[in-house]
């Protein structure tokens, strides 16, 4: 699990990931101290939650949401405030939450329950590396995947499924025979398609790990991917990913 702690008050940031390292011990958590830099995270990495100040001394927290929300539609964000008169602002723009200063325990453990990483989160593995991680072992229950597409739907094989992008407002779904475009969120596949053996290998890419060619060295010192019947596109990959995906290909 990443998860992004924004607030321009040093000792408020240290408060906050404090408490919440003792709900989510393996969680990796990265600070941010203005509106400017919660920008340039949002667009460096994918977070699972991002708790975000509403008074920042640059640009204020209720203006980002909008813009935070389109960087990655997945992200649960988070307000956080000293002033309660702002909760009913939160949910008029769509946050998941908000969390009061100084911090209660409780309170974030009923709002961690409520996004979705409760206790059962927190021991099931996914905090011991930082990543939603694939079950390559899980593939025997879902053979197909509906495809909605120019006034039809395509009902896909999921082994035939190479890779998704993002593309537009939804996604271009590359098969082994053909191209679909679907206006759901790459999200919205990952979740369906992570037990499938499929992986996220950057904000703009799933990659099936069994359609997999050729992992390489690319420029700036970083790595791409190509697929298999797609070897002319180059797929770039996270540097935050590149290590757990090794370990997922050599498995």
Not at 82 to 111: H, N, T
Not at 169 to 195: A, N, P, V
Request: glycine fraction near 8%; include cysteine.
């Amino acid at each position: 699990m990443r998860i992004a702690v924004i607030d321009d008050e040093r000792p408020a940031r240290s408060e906050l990931r404090h408490q919440l390292l003792k709900l989510l011990p393996g969680a990796v958590i990265e600070e941010g101290e203005s509106g400017a830099r919660a920008l340039e995270m949002a667009g460096e990495a994918e977070y699972d939650l991002f708790f975000l100040d509403i008074n920042l001394g640059d640009i204020n927290g209720t203006v980002l949401v909008n813009a935070l929300k389109k960087m990655q539609p997945e992200m649960k964000i988070i307000f956080v405030t000293a002033y309660s008169e702002y909760a009913v602002k939160a949910f008029e723009l769509g946050v998941e939450d908000y969390i009061m200063k100084p911090f209660d325990q409780k309170r974030l453990r009923k709002m961690l329950k409520k996004c979705g990483f409760g206790d059962d989160e927190t021991r099931n593995g996914r905090e011991q590396t930082g990543q939603n991680v694939p079950n390559r072992n899980l593939r025997e229950g879902m053979k197909r995947i509906a495809i909605n597409t120019e006034g039809k739907t395509i009902f896909a094989e999921i082994h035939d499924i190479v890779y998704i992008e993002t593309y537009n407002r939804g996604c271009m779904i590359h098969l082994s025979e053909g191209e679909y475009y679907e206006g759901r969120s790459i999200g919205e596949f990952e979740k369906r398609l992570r037990d499938a053996g499929f992986f996220r290998s950057q904000k703009s890419y799933l990659i099936n790990l069994d359609k997999v060619k050729e992992l390489f060295l690319w420029r700036n010192n970083s790595f791409a991917l190509k697929m298999e019947g797609y070897e002319k596109n180059i797929l770039p990959v996270g540097r935050e990913k590149i290590k757990l995906l090794r370990q997922l290909l050599e498995g």
